[in-house]
């Protein structure tokens, strides 16, 4: 092996990113409009997430997507430490908190400017949006 | 009425290859070879296996047991895509098949390359259960067990006191276990301050609280009861097995109450099958992925009511010489992660009085768990025959 192919830069990792589904792509292009999109059963109301095609409340297929508030409160959270994705290294640590949204759902998403020393069930957030791209922009919680 | 499953089917024979980190085997040699212990076990001719059901994702199909073992007639082949509940919920399906009469042996097997292979954060984009969290749950940063368990354990911990020193106890009571096996990665002792100096993966994570990525394979064997009784070792019958999964199976975070798993749904069924309860169990061999995850499994079984599996572990209840044993061989957490199959090999050794410096005296009646892929459930009562 030559010294300069052993010199030679690994690649910068990347980010992993969202591939949308059928079901999920009104979700991430609402995100991506700064909008919290959710999807709501258009038989019996309810709303559902992660997105997917029947309600398992009416067993309807048909479906709209709304804008919901974007306040909750933390069900719990975890830091993480160890980067299992090379890209998140040089974030690390980095809170991710699980958050009861008021719209009835939940979302995980990375928790910025709070320190871990204040969290606390209950605590209330605020989801955010942070493009990271042109085509995504992902979900965040600050400070409500 | 009795359940028509139970004490029908047995574990006739057992095999496991050397644990490691670090091995030039394959995935599919570390299989045959530990099949091949198994089937020397239970002194059945390797031909004459039925069913084979291989771990997945692990390197191995059905048909290359025909084409190395020269299996003559392969009548049930199977996969079982439960991750860490995979082993014990093949315990069930390969009863079924045996009692019915579909097979006459079926084996179970897991090879494992986890040091010297691909490592689980690889591993787990073969899961089909792992696409939500790939799309929701990667992209923020969290996608590895350790991560995605964390939340819950967090949940625990503040609702209802667990600690850092409970979740402790589990990993030196299980490396306690682990040094009197001979066959084991960790041998050397682990103590409490071990555990809490070891850096934080995902909090509450520890590396201490974290089973091991290692390298081995393992094997078991069912039988119709009726056949195994004049196989080459001691009875062990299958008395109670089932398998559970959760609401919202493929998103944790989505699911109504993090802390309720599929064991929650299989506990039971498996209980009433066997015609026994917690009281009765002798020895348990509980999936431990993480330390955690045996304290709230604890809880789920009935050992102990929710938000005192915590203090259930303390005191030396857990460790041997105490009110239940846990984990006799080491467990994940110590001997070895091969999908939990050596805790089905450990409790049988345990009910043929084969557990050598580990033996729980007089143990008739133990439990095994499985835990894995996002939360499904899966529990097998063995029990030595009379």
């Known amino acids: 092996m030559s010294q300069a192919s052993a010199a030679a830069a690994p690649p910068a990792p990347e980010r992993p990113l969202p591939t949308p589904t059928r079901e999920s792509q009104p979700y991430w292009d609402g995100l991506r409009e700064g909008r919290f999109l959710l999807q709501f059963c258009s038989s019996c109301g309810k709303v559902r997430h992660y997105p997917r095609p029947v309600c398992p409340h009416c067993f309807s297929m048909e479906s709209e997507f709304r804008e919901a508030p974007l306040g909750g409160g933390l069900h719990s959270w975890t830091v993480c430490h160890h980067p299992f994705n090379f890209f998140f290294k040089a974030s690390a640590p980095y809170i991710v908190a699980l958050v009861d949204m008021d719209a009835g759902v939940r979302v995980n998403a990375q928790l910025h400017g709070i320190p871990e020393a204040e969290l606390k069930i209950g605590r209330r957030v605020k989801l955010g949006f942070e493009p990271v791209n042109e085509e995504v922009t992902l979900p965040v919680f600050v400070a409500e | ?386």
């Open chain 2, 1 to 386: 009425m009795v359940h028509p499953l139970r004490d029908k089917a047995a574990v006739s024979g057992i095999g496991e290859t050397a644990y490691t980190r670090g091995t030039t085997k394959s995935g599919l040699a570390l299989q045959l070879e530990a099949s091949l212990r198994a089937l020397d076990d239970a002194g059945i001719d390797p031909r004459d296996v039925d069913g084979v059901i291989p771990y997945f994702p692990g390197g191995a199909i059905a048909e290359d047991f025909i084409a190395n073992l020269g299996l003559k007639d392969l009548t049930l082949s199977a996969f079982i895509p439960m991750g860490g509940a995979t082993c014990v919920a093949a315990i069930q399906m390969a009863a079924m098949a045996v009692t019915t009469g579909v097979c006459k042996h079926v084996l179970i097997s897991v090879g494992r390359t986890g040091y010297s292979g691909s490592r689980v954060s690889t591993r787990l984009q073969q899961f089909p259960v792992f696409a939500q969290a790939a799309e929701f749950e990667a992209p923020i940063g969290m996608f590895a067990p350790a991560q995605l368990y964390a939340q819950g354990a967090r949940r625990h911990m503040e609702l209802y006191g667990t600690t850092a020193r409970q979740f402790a106890e589990v990993a030196v009571v299980t490396r306690q276990h682990a040094i009197l096996n001979g066959n084991v990665v960790m041998n050397k002792p682990l103590t409490v301050e071990d555990h809490h100096a070891s850096r934080m993966i995902s909090d509450p994570f520890r590396l201490f609280d974290c089973s091991l990525e290692s390298d081995g394979g393992a094997a078991v064997i069912i039988s119709a009861t009726e056949r195994a009784k004049d196989l080459r070792k001691p009875l062990v019958t299958i008395a109670g097995t089932a398998e559970g999964h959760p609401d919202s199976p493929a998103s944790i975070a989505q699911r109504p109450d993090l802390l309720e798993f599929g064991l929650v749904k299989s506990a039971p069924r498996a209980f009433a099958m066997a015609g026994v309860g917690p009281k009765d169990i002798d020895v348990a061999e509980i999936y431990d992925c993480f330390t955690f995850t045996v304290i709230r499994q604890l809880e789920i079984l009935g050992f102990c009511k929710t938000g005192e599996g915590g203090p259930f572990v303390m005191d030396g209840r857990i460790a041997l010489g105490g009110e239940l044993p846990i984990n006799t061989h080491g467990g994940l957490l110590s001997q070895g992660h091969v999908v939990g199959l050596n805790h089905v090999i450990e409790l049988t050794r345990q009910l043929r009085g084969e557990a050598g410096k580990a033996q729980v005296k007089d143990a008739e009646t133990g439990l095994v768990t499985g835990y894995g892929d996002m939360g499904d459930g899966s529990i097998a009562i063995l029990r030595r025959a009379a």
